[in-house]
């Protein structure tokens, strides 16, 4: 069965940088669309970045030319590149996994635990 296994959560001040990754397993990842969600407490998940089987990228408005996603398919891995960093950031940060391509909808089949990010 898929599993997703995110890492790289911390906490940064204001203006720093973060990258998060994410392990995939359990199926066969190039196969597969990826996405970054997050969720801040008391606020609904949110897409923040996707990455289509050819590469195709897509990103929250509220990211771009900040976040960076890329993945390794070699490694089975996804990633998060996060720059200029600011408080709304601060969330747990989902790895997604799907068949279709799905980009920021939500309904995302496959999903990891999350990993924090605090930004003060």
């Known amino acids: 069965h898929v599993q997703l296994v995110e890492s790289g959560g911390g906490s940064v001040q204001a203006g720093g940088s973060l990258t998060l990754s994410c392990v995939a397993s359990g199926y066969t990842y190039s196969a597969y669309c990826m996405a970054w969600f997050r969720q801040a407490p008391g606020k609904e998940r949110e897409g923040v970045a996707a990455i289509d089987i050819d590469g195709s990228t897509s990103y929250a408005d509220s990211v771009k030319g900040r976040f960076t996603i890329a993945e390794d398919n070699a490694k089975n891995m996804l990633y998060l590149q996060m720059n200029s960093l600011k408080p709304e950031d601060t969330a747990m940060y989902y790895c997604?996994?799907?068949?279709?391509?799905?980009?920021?909808?939500?309904?995302?089949?496959?999903w990891g635990r999350g990993t924090q990010v605090t930004v003060s």
């Open positions: 997604a996994a799907d068949f279709f391509n799905l980009q920021l909808a939500r309904h995302y089949a496959n």
